[in-house]
């Protein structure tokens, strides 16, 4: 009684895979034509733009603390 529920399961998930595959390269079908084909893409006029985030200042590691007799005797 298994069996029927799994390969149902096992069909639903490799037609989704498929339809997610297809809508993937419905948009760049025609790169991939023209890779094929050993042409050159076409241009579409994007232009990269790299974002980062601004580096940190460091910040000056405050030297260790030296024991005073008031701080020992409050120990």
């Known amino acids: 009684m298994l069996a029927p529920f799994a390969t149902l399961v096992f069909l639903t998930a490799i037609w989704l895979a498929a339809v997610v595959v297809s809508r993937i390269f419905a948009g760049s079908g025609a790169r991939i034509a023209a890779a094929l084909h050993g042409e050159a893409?076409?241009?579409?006029?994007?232009?990269?733009?790299?974002?980062?985030?601004?580096?940190?200042?460091r910040i000056a590691r405050r030297q260790p603390m030296r024991a005073q007799p008031q701080l020992r005797?409050?120990?």
Do not use: K, N
């Open 41 to 57: 893409p076409a241009s579409t006029g994007t232009s990269l733009v790299i974002r980062s985030r601004p580096a940190r200042a």
């Open 73 to 75: 005797a409050a120990a």
